[in-house]
């Protein structure tokens, strides 16, 4: 967990703002009880998170792919190639949305905007730590090779959890 106890407060207030201007109907499946607090989702979302992201195109078209990604600070963060269409997308129209969704009974997605992130400090770390065990030491030059990270900078984040019935 790299979360700071205020990444941790922001993370919280983005969930339940959410939450209170969702519709009725996102409101009848994620009920309060299937919510997942900012201190539940931090501690589900480690290592890597396959995020199914969501672009739109110059005549408005949406195009969807996966990407690994990582949640550090309490935000995704994901990384692709300089030369990639998505990365091209986000460049002129950095609106985005993301869905992480590993089984049925767990969920999160995220509406905002994904701004360009440095790949130093923390969070090169951080994706160190994730990525290096993952895909081998040579992950390591990989990184150094250009690959850009963005940030979502979240607007809306809906969580959902099924929670057993025991």
Partial sequence: MHETPEDMRALQELLDRSYAGAGSHLRSITTPERRVSAKELVRELTGMCLLVVATVT???????GPLDGIFYRGAFHFGTAPDSVRYRHLLKRPQVSAT???????????????????????????????????YGADWEKFLDS????MRIEAERMFSFRMRNPD
């Fill in 100 to 134: 992480h969704l590993p089984r049925e009974e767990f969920a999160v997605n995220v509406h905002g905007r994904a701004v360009g992130v440095e790949i130093e400090g923390g969070f090169r770390e951080t994706l160190l730590e994730v990525y290096v065990p993952r």
């Fill in 58 to 64: 110059a005549d408005c078209r949406p195009i969807a």
């Fill in 146 to 149: 250009g690959p850009v990270y």
